[in-house]
């Protein structure tokens, strides 16, 4: 790669941002009259991509207008945690198939599930081109959602799995799956996998510090060497038995989601970007993410059960909606799949909650090798708010089987 692509402001020019326009718009005649190009957001939060907000202004038509767009770059300063498919998949995701997925016919007139793809392309570096939905009120959620919040997230998943598994069971639609898995846990583990094992492995370290739960650090220590064979099962749902197949959005944590918040303050909608890991597997796998990573822990722990009937019941319902004519799953073919997923949900326990405890100051450090990395992820494990969470989780996963 040339040296000037180092950086994206060389080469983010008037003329790249015209021939996007151009594409999105069928205006040839179209002329770029200005771009304003900032960073966005935090670097330190930006792991996997690079993210830029640019505000183009540009003569189409007779008209003066202007455009607000996001430009994500698939490149960062921790970049080793993404791999080679994780730009054709989010390409594929909102070109083949969130299109087709809000252009399905049903009676909801709002469904969005997507910011819209304007251009992408994969030189001088791959980078994908988006609306930006701060225009029409959405924006950031820096926290976990109590339970009204949740649900309205839980909502519009049930609708995007819906959605996807009315289109997956359709053989002229179905081919296009293939281009779409590409999920955490694969036979070829990615750095963020490996980072992630190495993480399961201070904790059970750490585990075995505390008073009284040394088994618990034995068992995760016996999980070990089986941990990426047991990701790869899980995302290769039906070899696990798993009933169902869907789209799965596949790293759904609040950070990959816009909310627009109405005049109480609380959530009225919520849309989803971040495809990079997405995959067709078991809806367990975004479930789970939901429960630990959108949730806060009153919710998750009081409220399980009945979000995930919710979730159901708006599952068979968009299907009914969008007519499929199929057979829906029933709502033990969902709580089977958590189960059968309980793997995931351990892993997820270990290797991520600790995390939404960390200084983001610190968190380029912490995908460090280094010792001073690893004291720090220590001291995240050892936390008492941690402790809180993770102590009675380890009976459940224990009376589960996930430990075995």
């Known amino acids: 790669m040339p040296a000037t692509n180092k950086d994206p402001t060389s080469w983010l020019t008037h003329q790249l941002f015209r021939k996007a326009l151009v594409q999105h718009t069928a205006d040839r005649a179209l002329e770029v009259e200005d771009v304003h190009l900032a960073l966005h957001g935090n670097a330190a939060q930006q792991y996997a991509s690079i993210i830029y907000r640019a505000t183009v202004s540009y003569r189409s038509r007779g008209k003066t207008e202007s455009i607000k ?62 609306e930006d939905l701060t225009s029409r009120q959405y924006g950031h959620k820096n926290n976990l959602l109590g339970t009204d919040d949740a649900k309205v997230v839980l909502i519009k998943l049930a609708q995007f799995h819906a959605t996807s598994y009315s289109l997956g069971n359709n053989a002229s639609i179905n081919n296009n799956r293939t281009a779409v898995s590409n999920g955490l846990f694969k036979q070829k583990p990615s750095e963020g996998v490996k980072f992630m094992l190495e993480n399961f492995s201070i904790f059970a370290d750490e585990l075995a510090k505390w008073d009284g739960y040394g088994k618990y650090a034995e068992r995760l220590r016996n999980i070990q060497p089986t941990f990426i064979e047991r990701g790869v099962r899980i995302y290769d749902g039906a070899k696990n038995g798993c009933a169902i197949s869907v789209l799965n959005h596949g790293d759904f944590h609040y950070n990959n989601m816009l909310f627009k918040i109405d005049n109480d303050h609380q959530v009225a909608d919520v849309i989803f970007y971040d495809y990079q890991l997405s995959c067709w597997t078991t809806p367990a796998v975004d479930l789970l993410y939901f429960l630990y990573l ?42 089977c799949d958590l189960l059968r997923a309980g793997f995931l949900e351990l892993a997820i326990a270990v290797c991520f909650i600790p995390f939404l405890f960390a200084d983001y100051n610190q968190a380029i450090n912490v995908y460090s090798n280094e010792e001073d990395a690893k004291a720090y992820r220590r001291k995240l494990y050892n936390q008492e708010e941690f402790k809180d969470i993770i102590r009675p989780l380890l009976i459940r996963f224990l009376h589960h089987g996930f430990l075995d």
């Open 69 to 130: 767009l996001i430009v994500k770059l698939t490149a960062s300063k921790v970049n080793s945690i993404t791999d080679e498919l994780s730009y054709d998949t989010e390409l594929a995701v909102y070109r083949d198939w969130v299109p087709k997925m809000e252009a399905t016919p049903s009676d909801n007139d709002a469904q969005k599930f997507s910011p819209k793809l304007i251009y992408a392309a994969s030189e001088p570096q791959p980078y994908i081109i988006l």
């Open 294 to 335: 959108v949730c806060d822990r009153e919710t998750r722990e009081t409220k399980r059960a009945e979000l995930v009937q919710l979730y159901h019941q708006e599952f068979t319902d968009t299907l009914s909606r969008v007519g499929f004519m199929g057979t829906a799953p029933t709502l033990l073919d969902i709580n």
